[in-house]
């Protein structure tokens, strides 16, 4: 396949197959067929959010994907892995089920047709959850790919020394090079002149996140002055982020 | 002073008035309020207020949230922003605070003490 076809936009999903979109759909395709339970760390602003929601649409096998944000106890995390959509836990009554009742359930609904688990933000998991996902690979061999910044493998090379020895692959993604910074922010619908782009280059990175964050603050600045978005609008939105002035 | 009050004299001027401008502050906090910091030289974009919010102490940008003092677009960038943020318990407590101010719900967050 040529570069040009493999960097191809495509159509209607609105998102840039780069190479972090390329490298997070391999391993979920590694980690789906050998059943492994792999990792994926990546800086903060990358795109890795964006990958994954780009995954849940085009994944052509069973898979779920979690969300961490709202995720905070192991049994928000039960539930959403046992639970159908829009079923609810029965908290009352005769038939209550206890978190051993959901575990249950997932270790054979799993058993009898697995799917691909891939959890964005999982550096954000309690400790309590960690435990629970290997679990789940150890009773019913849950594929599982976990997503996160550099602080999901320091918190399981630290504190889950088990579920350590059992991940297959660790990736870790690089940030952007300038030129895959610039295609992005462009497929996004930012023009830039050259030393706006150096500018952002050297505060942000390969982050498109944070370079998304500090254009709309410029723009809204310039838009307020009645002008065009220029470098001095861009320099009055670096202000707003206290981290890059240092 | 009341901690309200205290909390928003320390931000950033154009954040507080602009949480001034939108009514965020109950009376007996407005009494506190000293004169120059109830009026922005320059009216914030979505985008420039909910950066600022981000930026601002945690405490302070979950009572804004609580008081429902942020319209739909801000606070998806918000949420955005406290993503790209460094983590931290009070970072956490309002990064929960936005997603039920996104789905809709009110009251306080639910965590343990």
């Known amino acids: 396949m040529s ?4 960097e191809a936009v495509q159509a209607g999903q609105n998102v840039l197959v780069n190479s972090v979109v390329k490298n997070l ?17 990546a800086p903060t602003g990358v795109g890795k959010t964006t990958a994954i929601d780009y995954l849940d649409r085009t994944l052509t096998f069973d898979h779920r994907v979690i969300q961490c944000k709202s995720i905070t106890t192991r049994y928000e995390l039960l539930e959403r892995m046992a639970l159908n959509p ?28 697995p799917f691909l688990l891939i959890i964005d933000e999982a550096d954000r998991l309690r400790p309590d959850c960690f435990e629970m996902l290997r679990d789940c690979w150890d009773d019913a061999r849950l594929p599982l790919l ?64 944070f370079a998304e964050a500090l254009l709309e603050n410029a723009n809204e600045i310039a838009a307020s002055h009645g002008v065009k978005r220029g470098i001095e609008a861009l320099e009055g939105a670096v202000r707003y982020f206290p981290t890059f002035q240092k | 002073m009341r901690e309200t009050v205290r909390r928003a004299l320390q931000a950033r001027p154009e954040l507080t008035a602009e949480l001034y401008r939108r009514g965020m502050f109950r009376r007996e906090e407005k009494a506190e309020f000293p004169e120059q910091n109830k009026v922005a030289s320059l009216r914030l974009g979505p985008v420039q207020f909910a950066t600022l919010l981000a930026q601002a102490d945690a405490q302070f940008a979950a009572r804004a949230v609580l008081r429902g003092v942020l ?17 931290s318990d009070k970072r956490e407590e309002l990064a929960r605070a936005v997603e039920r101010a996104m789905e809709g719900r009110k009251g306080n967050v639910r965590s343990r003490r």
Not at chain 1, 3 to 6: E, G, Y
Not at chain 1, 86 to 113: F, M, P, T
């Open chain 1, 86 to 113: 829009g079923e609810k836990r029965k908290k009352h009554g005769r038939n209550w089920e206890r978190a051993s009742d959901l575990y249950k359930r997932i270790v054979k609904s799993v058993s009898e047709r």
């Open chain 2, 71 to 87: 319209n739909h677009e801000e606070l998806r960038w918000l949420d955005r922003l406290l993503g790209l943020a460094k983590r």
């Open chain 1, 3 to 6: 570069a040009v076809a493999d």
């Open chain 1, 25 to 41: 759909g391999g391993l979920a395709v590694r980690s789906w067929k050998k059943r492994w339970i792999t990792t994926f760390t």
């Open chain 1, 146 to 209: 976990l997503v996160g910044n550099e602080v999901l493998t320091e918190k399981i090379n630290r504190q889950h020394e088990r579920l350590f020895r059992r991940i297959r692959v660790r990736r870790e993604q690089r940030p952007l090079c300038e030129a895959d910074l610039r295609k992005v922010l462009e497929f996004m619908g930012y023009e830039m002149a050259d030393e706006e782009f150096a500018l952002l280059w050297k505060l942000v990175g390969g982050s498109p996140g």
